[in-house]
């Protein structure tokens, strides 16, 4: 499972050795994240203010985006352990199709 700040992904685990396209939308206006595997949509939830992210989600923050490793001081120095290529970060909510073309783009 994908765990990010008290949301829980509902997905296979990644299969070793083998690259996978990963993408997570979020939506500010009504808190709704999607996750999506090789351009297949495999969850969807609305967050609530009661989850840590959720929380993060609702508030302006000047908080830097990370990607591979946690903030909480618990987890200081948790790092993701593999490798990442070709990170995106867009302005705007790709639709689910855009996410599957960018996924089965060679």
């Known amino acids: 499972d994908m765990v990010s700040q008290g949301y829980v992904a509902r997905m296979e685990a990644f299969p070793v050795e083998e690259w996978v396209h990963l993408a997570v939308t979020v939506a500010r206006e009504d808190n709704r994240v999607r996750v999506y595997l090789n351009g297949d949509k495999v969850d969807e939830a609305v967050l609530t203010q009661h989850t840590h992210l959720g929380h993060i989600l609702s508030q302006p923050t000047q908080e ?25 970060v867009y302005d705007r909510i790709l639709t689910d199709g855009e996410v599957a073309r960018i996924a089965q783009a060679p």
Do not use: Q, T
């Open 64 to 88: 830097p985006l990370r990607i591979g490793k946690r903030k909480d001081a618990e987890f200081m120095n948790s790092y993701f352990g593999g490798w990442m290529s070709d990170v995106r």
